[in-house]
């Protein structure tokens, strides 16, 4: 609970904060949030202690449920585009903070399996690894990693694909 950025600590302030605009989000939404808070509210540290496994795919498909029930129950007007530019600028972070921390361990280290691995590990820790193989690229690079990773418009995990769409989420705000 003290730590501003753990998992059941953000759970908990969205539902705070949906609680106080209740009025704006939909139904569905609300719904799916609340089984979210309610997961790591009466989450049993026994089980979490044996493998975080279990717990972090159900926070994931939560977490897309609650995407989904927001982009399809929502209308989708100034709320709708705050949350979408949220999401896409928290993305963007996301990307940079694992590309900042994993990308320095690959480029430190010799070529060789060690550093295919790592890429490996790279790419999946940003949901990347599928896409990035359907690029066509023959050979896994620490340069091709990172270029898809920053500038790719086609993967929405990317950091230019996020900006562009952010981009348009502010446009709309600001009645272009």
């Excluded at 799916?32 to 026994?46: A, T």
């Excluded at 709708?80 to 900042?100: P, S, V």
Aim: aromatic share 10%.
């Amino acid at each position: 609970p003290a730590n501003p950025n753990a998992v059941t600590t953000c759970i908990t302030r969205a539902r705070e904060n949906a609680r106080s605009g209740r009025e704006q989000i939909s139904s569905e939404m609300w719904e799916n949030l609340n089984r979210l808070y309610f997961l790591v509210r009466n989450l049993d540290r026994e089980v979490t202690g044996r493998g975080p496994y279990e717990f972090f795919d159900q926070i994931r498909y939560g977490s897309w449920a609650f995407q989904g029930s927001t982009a399809e129950t929502m209308t989708h007007g100034d709320a709708y585009e705050f949350i979408h530019l949220c999401k896409l600028m928290e993305r963007a972070d996301n990307t940079l903070r694992t590309l900042d921390v994993k990308y320095a361990s690959v480029i430190t280290t010799r070529e060789g399996p060690e550093v295919s691995l790592q890429l490996i590990s790279l790419l999946r820790s940003c949901s990347g690894f599928e896409a990035f193989r359907k690029t066509g690229a023959a050979q896994l690079q620490s340069s091709r990693v990172a270029e898809f990773l920053l500038l790719d418009q086609t993967f929405p995990r990317a950091v230019g694909f996020c900006l562009h769409r952010a981009l348009r989420s502010i446009n709309a705000l600001a009645g272009d």
